[in-house]
Protein backbone atom coordinates (compact mmCIF):
# COMPACT_ATOMS: atom_id res chain seq x y z
CA UNK A 1 0.00 0.00 0.00
CA UNK A 2 1.02 3.66 -0.31
CA UNK A 3 2.92 4.63 2.23
CA UNK A 4 3.45 8.59 3.50
CA UNK A 5 6.05 9.13 6.38
CA UNK A 6 6.72 12.22 8.18
CA UNK A 7 8.93 13.84 10.11
CA UNK A 8 9.65 14.48 12.94
CA UNK A 9 6.75 13.26 14.55
CA UNK A 10 7.01 15.51 17.32
CA UNK A 11 8.95 18.24 18.00
CA UNK A 12 9.28 21.49 20.79
CA UNK A 13 10.73 24.31 20.05
CA UNK A 14 11.23 28.12 21.60
CA UNK A 15 9.23 30.95 20.78
CA UNK A 16 10.63 32.67 17.70
CA UNK A 17 12.57 29.91 16.28
CA UNK A 18 11.94 27.85 12.82
CA UNK A 19 10.53 24.35 12.31
CA UNK A 20 11.22 21.78 9.60
CA UNK A 21 8.46 19.31 9.02
CA UNK A 22 8.89 16.63 6.22
CA UNK A 23 6.59 14.99 4.33
CA UNK A 24 7.78 11.87 2.14
CA UNK A 25 6.04 9.64 0.06
CA UNK A 26 7.87 6.23 0.21
CA UNK A 27 6.26 3.63 -2.52
CA UNK A 28 4.84 6.52 -5.11
CA UNK A 29 5.67 9.53 -6.03
CA UNK A 30 3.15 12.66 -5.63
CA UNK A 31 3.39 15.49 -7.94
CA UNK A 32 0.63 16.66 -5.07
CA UNK A 33 0.99 17.07 -1.81
CA UNK A 34 -1.69 18.82 0.96
CA UNK A 35 -1.00 20.18 4.56
CA UNK A 36 -3.28 20.40 7.04
CA UNK A 37 -3.53 21.64 10.72
CA UNK A 38 -5.33 20.47 13.44
CA UNK A 39 -6.21 21.83 16.96
CA UNK A 40 -6.72 19.81 19.90
CA UNK A 41 -10.30 18.76 19.50
CA UNK A 42 -11.05 20.16 15.95
CA UNK A 43 -10.85 19.29 12.58
CA UNK A 44 -8.63 19.29 9.78
CA UNK A 45 -8.20 22.63 8.05
CA UNK A 46 -6.71 22.64 4.81
CA UNK A 47 -2.78 25.16 4.57
CA UNK A 48 -1.93 24.43 1.44
CA UNK A 49 -1.55 22.48 -1.61
CA UNK A 50 1.88 21.77 -2.43
CA UNK A 51 2.66 21.15 -6.29
CA UNK A 52 6.62 19.66 -7.49
CA UNK A 53 8.44 22.09 -9.46
CA UNK A 54 5.81 25.10 -8.59
CA UNK A 55 4.81 27.01 -5.88
CA UNK A 56 2.65 26.64 -3.14
CA UNK A 57 -1.32 27.43 -3.37
CA UNK A 58 -2.42 28.89 -0.06
CA UNK A 59 -6.01 28.92 1.57
CA UNK A 60 -7.52 32.08 2.88
CA UNK A 61 -6.25 33.34 5.63
CA UNK A 62 -2.64 31.25 6.10
CA UNK A 63 0.22 33.52 5.70
CA UNK A 64 2.29 32.09 3.15
CA UNK A 65 5.83 33.76 4.57
CA UNK A 66 5.30 32.21 7.79
CA UNK A 67 4.45 28.85 6.34
CA UNK A 68 6.92 28.07 4.00
CA UNK A 69 6.26 24.80 1.55
CA UNK A 70 8.77 23.48 -1.10
CA UNK A 71 8.14 20.32 -3.23
CA UNK A 72 11.56 20.08 -4.52
CA UNK A 73 10.92 16.69 -5.94
CA UNK A 74 8.28 14.32 -6.67
CA UNK A 75 8.71 12.29 -3.10
CA UNK A 76 9.22 15.15 -0.75
CA UNK A 77 7.37 18.21 0.82
CA UNK A 78 8.45 20.31 3.46
CA UNK A 79 6.74 22.49 5.57
CA UNK A 80 8.89 25.67 7.67
CA UNK A 81 7.11 27.69 10.05
CA UNK A 82 8.99 30.42 10.49
CA UNK A 83 9.12 32.28 13.82
CA UNK A 84 7.01 30.09 15.50
CA UNK A 85 4.63 31.20 18.27
CA UNK A 86 2.93 29.66 21.04
CA UNK A 87 -0.14 30.25 18.97
CA UNK A 88 1.25 28.23 16.25
CA UNK A 89 1.37 24.87 18.29
CA UNK A 90 -0.62 22.23 17.07
CA UNK A 91 -0.99 19.03 15.17
CA UNK A 92 0.27 19.34 11.33
CA UNK A 93 -0.70 16.25 9.09
CA UNK A 94 0.36 16.26 5.68
CA UNK A 95 -1.18 13.95 2.41
CA UNK A 96 0.24 12.75 -0.48
CA UNK A 97 -1.95 11.62 -3.78
CA UNK A 98 -0.96 9.24 -5.25
CA UNK A 99 -2.26 10.03 -8.67
CA UNK A 100 -2.87 5.75 -10.28
CA UNK A 101 -5.12 5.66 -7.23
CA UNK A 102 -8.33 8.11 -6.58
CA UNK A 103 -6.77 8.56 -3.20
CA UNK A 104 -4.25 10.99 -1.21
CA UNK A 105 -3.01 9.36 2.18
CA UNK A 106 -2.20 10.55 5.18
CA UNK A 107 1.68 11.07 7.00
CA UNK A 108 1.28 10.02 10.57
CA UNK A 109 1.68 13.86 11.59
CA UNK A 110 3.79 15.96 13.21
CA UNK A 111 2.59 17.82 16.77
CA UNK A 112 4.71 20.85 17.03
CA UNK A 113 5.01 22.62 20.48
CA UNK A 114 6.52 26.11 20.83
CA UNK A 115 6.91 27.54 24.10
CA UNK B 1 -18.53 28.21 0.66
CA UNK B 2 -17.45 24.79 1.07
CA UNK B 3 -19.50 22.92 3.71
CA UNK B 4 -19.60 19.82 5.51
CA UNK B 5 -21.42 19.47 8.36
CA UNK B 6 -21.64 16.28 10.68
CA UNK B 7 -23.83 15.07 12.97
CA UNK B 8 -23.68 13.71 16.42
CA UNK B 9 -20.56 15.46 17.36
CA UNK B 10 -20.76 13.39 20.02
CA UNK B 11 -22.08 9.83 20.54
CA UNK B 12 -21.95 7.70 23.33
CA UNK B 13 -23.27 4.50 22.91
CA UNK B 14 -23.07 0.71 24.64
CA UNK B 15 -21.51 -2.34 22.87
CA UNK B 16 -24.15 -4.48 20.97
CA UNK B 17 -25.82 -1.90 19.57
CA UNK B 18 -26.43 -0.15 16.45
CA UNK B 19 -26.05 3.65 15.07
CA UNK B 20 -25.24 6.00 12.29
CA UNK B 21 -23.13 9.41 12.20
CA UNK B 22 -24.45 11.68 9.34
CA UNK B 23 -22.22 13.41 6.87
CA UNK B 24 -24.25 16.47 4.89
CA UNK B 25 -22.08 18.26 2.03
CA UNK B 26 -22.75 20.95 0.51
CA UNK B 27 -21.56 20.51 -3.54
CA UNK B 28 -22.18 18.37 -5.83
CA UNK B 29 -19.26 16.06 -5.42
CA UNK B 30 -19.23 12.49 -6.20
CA UNK B 31 -16.24 11.43 -4.17
CA UNK B 32 -16.61 11.16 -0.02
CA UNK B 33 -14.17 10.08 2.53
CA UNK B 34 -14.59 8.40 5.80
CA UNK B 35 -11.66 8.19 8.26
CA UNK B 36 -10.90 7.53 11.64
CA UNK B 37 -8.71 9.16 14.00
CA UNK B 38 -7.76 7.92 17.53
CA UNK B 39 -6.56 10.18 19.96
CA UNK B 40 -2.65 11.39 19.16
CA UNK B 41 -3.03 9.75 16.13
CA UNK B 42 -3.28 10.64 11.96
CA UNK B 43 -5.99 9.66 9.63
CA UNK B 44 -6.77 5.95 8.47
CA UNK B 45 -8.53 5.53 5.82
CA UNK B 46 -12.20 4.09 6.32
CA UNK B 47 -13.82 4.24 2.87
CA UNK B 48 -13.36 5.71 -0.27
CA UNK B 49 -17.09 6.46 -1.85
CA UNK B 50 -16.99 7.52 -5.70
CA UNK B 51 -20.37 7.65 -7.00
CA UNK B 52 -23.93 7.91 -6.08
CA UNK B 53 -25.57 4.91 -4.58
CA UNK B 54 -22.09 3.69 -3.50
CA UNK B 55 -22.10 1.46 -0.63
CA UNK B 56 -19.28 -0.14 1.26
CA UNK B 57 -19.08 -2.48 3.98
CA UNK B 58 -15.88 -3.32 6.31
CA UNK B 59 -16.52 -5.58 9.48
CA UNK B 60 -19.22 -3.38 11.55
CA UNK B 61 -19.32 -0.30 9.63
CA UNK B 62 -20.58 0.39 6.40
CA UNK B 63 -20.77 3.88 4.59
CA UNK B 64 -23.14 4.90 1.59
CA UNK B 65 -23.54 7.74 -0.45
CA UNK B 66 -26.29 9.53 -1.70
CA UNK B 67 -25.43 12.46 -4.03
CA UNK B 68 -28.78 13.88 -4.27
CA UNK B 69 -29.16 14.50 -0.87
CA UNK B 70 -25.56 15.28 -0.66
CA UNK B 71 -25.80 12.80 2.07
CA UNK B 72 -23.36 10.12 3.44
CA UNK B 73 -23.87 7.68 6.44
CA UNK B 74 -21.55 5.80 8.52
CA UNK B 75 -23.57 2.76 10.37
CA UNK B 76 -21.89 1.39 13.35
CA UNK B 77 -23.57 -2.67 13.39
CA UNK B 78 -23.30 -4.10 17.42
CA UNK B 79 -20.72 -1.79 18.47
CA UNK B 80 -17.85 -3.17 20.27
CA UNK B 81 -15.62 -0.76 22.44
CA UNK B 82 -12.43 -1.04 19.86
CA UNK B 83 -14.72 1.11 17.59
CA UNK B 84 -14.16 3.98 20.03
CA UNK B 85 -12.27 6.98 17.74
CA UNK B 86 -13.69 9.76 15.92
CA UNK B 87 -14.71 9.38 12.59
CA UNK B 88 -14.65 12.51 9.63
CA UNK B 89 -16.08 12.42 6.94
CA UNK B 90 -14.55 14.56 4.01
CA UNK B 91 -15.54 16.24 0.71
CA UNK B 92 -12.98 16.27 -2.31
CA UNK B 93 -13.38 20.02 -3.38
CA UNK B 94 -12.32 19.36 -6.91
CA UNK B 95 -13.49 16.22 -8.24
CA UNK B 96 -10.48 14.04 -7.71
CA UNK B 97 -8.04 16.60 -6.84
CA UNK B 98 -8.15 15.39 -3.10
CA UNK B 99 -8.69 18.96 -1.95
CA UNK B 100 -10.42 18.07 1.02
CA UNK B 101 -12.91 19.70 3.04
CA UNK B 102 -13.72 17.74 6.66
CA UNK B 103 -16.27 18.22 8.66
CA UNK B 104 -16.58 18.60 12.39
CA UNK B 105 -15.66 14.99 13.22
CA UNK B 106 -17.92 12.96 15.58
CA UNK B 107 -16.41 11.80 19.05
CA UNK B 108 -17.41 8.05 19.48
CA UNK B 109 -17.37 6.15 22.82
CA UNK B 110 -18.35 2.82 23.29
CA UNK B 111 -18.92 1.56 26.83
CA UNK B 112 -19.16 -1.71 27.39
Known amino acids: GAVVSQHPSWVICKSGTSVKIECRSL??????MFWYRQFPKQSLMLMAT?????????EQGVEKDKFLINHASLTLSTLTVTSAHPEDSSFYIC???????????FGQGTRLTVV | ELKVEQNPLFLSMQEGKNYTIYCNYS?????LYWYRQDPGKSLESLFV?????AVKQEGRLMASLDTKARLSTLHITAAVHDLSATYFC????????????FGQGTRLTINP
Open chain 2, 27 to 31: TTSDR
Open chain 1, 50 to 58: SNEGSKATY
Open chain 2, 90 to 101: AEDQNQGAQKLV
Open chain 1, 95 to 105: SALDSRNTEAF
Open chain 2, 49 to 53: LLSNG
Open chain 1, 27 to 32: DFQATT
